[in-house]
């Protein structure tokens, strides 16, 4: 699993979120969420970074850039 992915989920899970919830707060569906999570695509920069403002993290951490 990459970094991404497994930093979401985390995220996710963390903040008693479920991936409809999360989908509803930054505009995504719930597929994309799924599908980010299961490392089956990655999201666009834009979408990367509404993310992480949302979880008020940085990219990189996000990315695996930083712990």
């Known amino acids: 699993m990459n970094k ?3 930093r979401l989920k985390e995220l996710r899970i963390e903040h008693n979120l479920s991936q409809r919830e999360l989908g509803l707060k930054i505009k995504v569906s719930q597929a994309a969420i799924a599908r980010w999570e299961n490392n089956l695509q990655i999201p666009n920069i834009d979408i990367a970074i ?3 403002k949302f979880f008020n993290v940085t990219t990189d ?3 695996g850039l930083e712990d």
């Open 61 to 63: 951490y996000l990315l």
């Open 50 to 52: 509404a993310v992480a």
């Open 4 to 6: 991404f992915a497994e």
